[in-house]
């Protein structure tokens, strides 16, 4: 076994549980959910899909930044970084919803 895996079950000082991996694909996934949304939105609006599509890179790279180990003080200003871009993200969200294109309603 290795020992990334034994100090998962154990409870290892470094990464307890493997956290900063799930942490990872965790972010990894949301910037993944962002671009094929985005995708789908381009094939409607070209405009609010590639903004879409900005978003999810910055999401990735903002999870990129969550999963680095670093001093206490590090942590803080990171944080504040994921807490801004997790803000702007859902304020651009919110612009879009209410002033973008207005549609006919849902199409399958």
């Known amino acids: 076994m290795s020992g990334a895996m034994s100090r998962a ?5 470094d990464d307890p549980g493997l956290a900063r991996a799930r942490t990872r694909l965790a972010w990894t996934r949301t910037a993944l959910s962002f671009a094929a949304i985005g995708g789908v939105i381009l ?9 879409v ?4 890179a910055l ?4 999870g990129r930044l969550a999963g680095v180990p670093g001093r206490a003080g590090d942590r803080r200003g990171r944080l504040l970084v994921i807490a801004l871009a997790v803000t702007a993200v859902a ?3 919110l612009a879009l919803a209410l002033f973008g294109p207005q549609t006919a309603g849902l199409r399958l």
């Not at 094939?43 to 903004?51: E, I, K, P, W």
């Not at 599509?53 to 999810?56: E, K, R, V």
């Open 9 to 13: 079950g154990q409870g290892g000082a």
């Open 43 to 51: 094939r409607h609006d070209l405009a609010a899909g590639f903004v």
């Open 53 to 56: 599509l900005g978003l999810s």
């Open 59 to 62: 999401v990735w790279g903002v």
């Open 91 to 93: 304020a651009v969200a």
